[in-house]
Structures are given as structure tokens and as C-alpha cells.
């Protein structure tokens, strides 16, 4: 089992910036992804971004050159640097943990919030 703490939602204005952390803790293999989903009102949730334990990083197009993840392995952590946010940004964000045995976990989600 792993288990996820995600924290640093909020509310800004556009054109703000947040940053989101999820710490995992449990039995992780050394291979593994770490990344952020997020799911608005009425729809769908839908990937952001990932970031395997090698470095290598996916991101959504919706967020490139605005997101920045980065995650420190020794701390188990990944962490959601959210700059030039926009009101369509608006949505409960969840950290996803893709363990090397094929097993996802999900955090609680944490709210962001983006004012016009």
C-alpha cells in the first residue's frame, strides 16, 4: 500500500501562481510515476502532468510552459509548481501514484481555485 498527502491548494487570482506537494509514504518500488490529475465541476477528470522516478516528465499541452513538476526522491515528494494560473485551471487536483508492481493510488485531492 502507498499512501498519499497532498497539500497547497487554494484560491488566487489569475495570473497567480500555487504550489501543490504530495508526499507518499509505504512500499514503493524504486520504478515508479509520480504526477497530478485534476477534475473540474461537471467533467471528466484528466491528466496533467508525470514524472517518472528516472526524471523524465509528460505534461498536458493544456499546461506546457505554465506547470512545473518536480519531485525529490529522498523525500518521496512531488511537488506542482503552478505559475500564469487561469480560471479554466479551476478544479480539485489529485496526486497519482503509479507503483512498479502496476498498482495506482490516489491523494484526497485538494482544491484550486482561480478568480477572474
Known amino acids: 500500500q502507498v499512501q498519499l498527502v497532498e497539500s497547497g491548494g487554494g484560491l488566487v487570482q489569475a495570473g497567480g501562481s500555487l504550489r501543490l506537494s504530495c508526499a507518499a509514504s509505504g512500499s514503493m518500488f524504486s520504478i515508479n510515476l509520480m504526477g497530478w490529475y485534476r477534475q473540474a465541476p461537471g467533467k471528466q477528470r484528466e491528466f496533467v502532468v508525470r514524472?517518472?522516478?528516472?526524471?523524465?516528465?509528460n505534461y498536458a499541452d493544456s499546461v506546457k510552459g505554465r506547470f512545473t513538476i518536480s519531485r525529490d526522491n529522498a523525500k518521496n515528494t512531488v511537488y506542482l509548481q503552478m505559475n500564469s494560473l487561469k480560471p479554466e485551471d479551476t478544479a480539485v487536483y489529485y496526486c497519482?501514484?503509479?507503483?512498479?508492481?502496476?498498482?495506482?493510488?490516489w491523494g484526497q485531492g485538494t482544491q484550486v481555485t482561480v478568480s477572474s
Open positions: 514524472m517518472h522516478s528516472s526524471g523524465s516528465t
Open positions: 497519482n501514484f503509479y507503483n512498479g508492481d502496476g498498482r495506482t493510488y
